[in-house]
């Protein structure tokens, strides 16, 4: 069946670049994604991939796909303390019906 | 544009009892989906209901019911309730399937 793997813990300090990676194993995903959930909220859609696209840029936020390694990466650029929160990587099940969700990656932001 | 709006916010119910969460999706969003978030489990995956059909279920026992209404408000219901099933119950709507899914702030249940 489908399955994300994420790393648990991410630490930057406040200015740096962060890179949160995720490896998937369904290929034929239309669009991968990455979601983020603050203390005590619901995710938040921060980002999505077409599953033909390499990259993707939006504002700080850059998201690299490598199809043949099933592999995606969010980056963060000028991480600020308020990007600390849990970040999920998700794909969608075949019919298209349920988001597997990593078990989420926490970035920790230092000034 | 309203958000998902998920109620209660925070529920404590007893072991035994059963408890029954609201969602109201996005306007015009007929996919409604539920999943489960737990420290040691993750997010997990309950079901799918599209124009008041289930589609798609998770792997949980059958005390973990559902539905939607013409309206596409979906409701879910928890009977017999046990410690295990503490958790943040979250909704999300879309549009239709293979669409990235919007979520509510979800409803905090605790067992005791």
């Known amino acids: 069946g489908e399955d994300v793997e994420q790393s648990l813990f991410l630490s930057v300090r406040e200015g740096d670049s962060s890179v949160i990676n995720c490896t998937y194993t369904?290929?034929?995903?239309?669009?991968l994604y990455w979601y983020k959930q603050e203390p005590g909220a619901g995710l938040q859609l921060l980002t999505y991939?077409?599953?033909?696209?390499d990259m993707k840029q939006d504002q700080r936020l850059t998201v690299l796909l490598n199809k043949k390694d099933k592999h995606l990466s969010l980056r963060i650029a000028d991480t600020q303390t308020g990007d600390s929160a849990i970040y999920f990587c998700?794909?969608?099940?075949?019919?298209?019906?349920?988001?597997?969700f990593g078990k989420g990656t926490t970035l920790s932001v230092s000034s | 544009k309203a958000g998902v709006t998920q109620t209660p916010r925070y529920l404590i119910k007893t072991r035994g009892q059963q408890v029954t969460l609201s969602c109201s999706p996005i306007?015009?969003?007929?996919?409604v989906s539920w999943y489960q978030q737990t420290p040691g489990q993750g997010l997990q995956f309950l079901f799918e209901?599209?124009?008041?059909?289930?589609?798609n279920k998770g792997n949980f026992p059958g005390r973990f019911s559902g539905r939607q209404f013409s309206n596409s408000r979906s409701e879910m219901n928890v009977s017999t309730l046990e410690l295990g099933d503490s958790a943040l119950y979250l909704c999300?709507?879309?549009?239709?399937?293979?669409?990235?899914?919007?979520f509510g702030s979800g409803t905090r249940l605790t067992v005791v």
């Open positions: 209901y599209f124009s008041e059909t289930q589609r």
């Open positions: 306007s015009g969003h007929r996919s």
């Open positions: 369904d290929s034929s995903s239309t669009y």
């Open positions: 998700a794909e969608f099940n075949q019919a298209g019906t349920a988001l597997i």
């Open positions: 991939i077409f599953s033909n696209m």
């Open positions: 999300a709507s879309a549009p239709t399937e293979n669409y990235g899914y919007t």
